[in-house]
């Protein structure tokens, strides 16, 4: 224990600094539904990687202080077993295709989930925190570093993770469903 609490993260993200950073962090995750914007900013943070450029060290810094790769990594191949698992309840495999078979194909898919990751998180970290001073990006990291901030960081991706599982698993269900609709 740091002695941190949750007043503590809640006087970060209080503060001129975190309330910023809360509105670039929406603003980027808006901006990269854009294809043209989402294009840019990997075009960017695949040139901060190939130039070793401090800054995306520091920003490799933040994601592996939250453990954003592997949080993330985590989330997709659970959201896909739960698609898996919803186009099964609803028939979609005939009964044939096993827990275990299910857990296989997700687990083959980890490879390309990983790049596919790793791909996303540089290129919102560089969006994102663009604007952000060195100081600033260092700031939030100490934030994270915490004890409370590491709980925070948690309960967020376990909340994302609940959600997403089950939206996952419906359209699961509702795939299987039209799959059968076309097939009569």
């Keep these: 224990q740091d002695g941190s609490s949750l ?18 962090e929406v603003e980027a995750r808006r901006a990269m539904l854009d ?9 960017t943070a695949q040139r901060m990687v190939e130039d070793q450029d401090p800054r995306m060290d520091l920003l490799q810094r933040f994601a592996e202080v939250n453990d954003l790769l592997e949080m993330n990594v985590a989330g997709a191949l659970t ?13 979609a495999f ?27 998180l540089n290129s919102f970290m560089a969006l994102a925190y663009q604007p952000l001073s060195d100081d600033e990006v260092r700031a939030y990291i100490a934030s994270s570093e915490t004890a409370a901030g590491q709980r925070l ?11 997403f599982r089950q939206v996952s698993y419906d359209l699961g269900r509702a795939a299987a469903r039209q799959m059968r609709g076309n097939d009569i």
């Design 7 to 24: 007043s503590d993260v809640e006087a970060f993200f209080g503060s001129a600094v975190g309330q910023n950073i809360l509105s670039l």
């Design 35 to 43: 294809e043209a914007t989402k294009d840019a900013a990997e075009l």
């Design 79 to 91: 959201s896909n077993l739960a698609f898996y698992k919803g186009l099964a309840a609803e028939g």
């Design 94 to 120: 005939g009964g044939e295709l096993t827990e275990d078979q299910m857990l296989s194909e997700v687990w083959n898919q980890e490879p390309q989930v990983r790049a596919d990751s790793e791909k996303w």
């Design 153 to 163: 960081n948690t309960v967020i991706f376990a909340a994302f993770d609940e959600t």
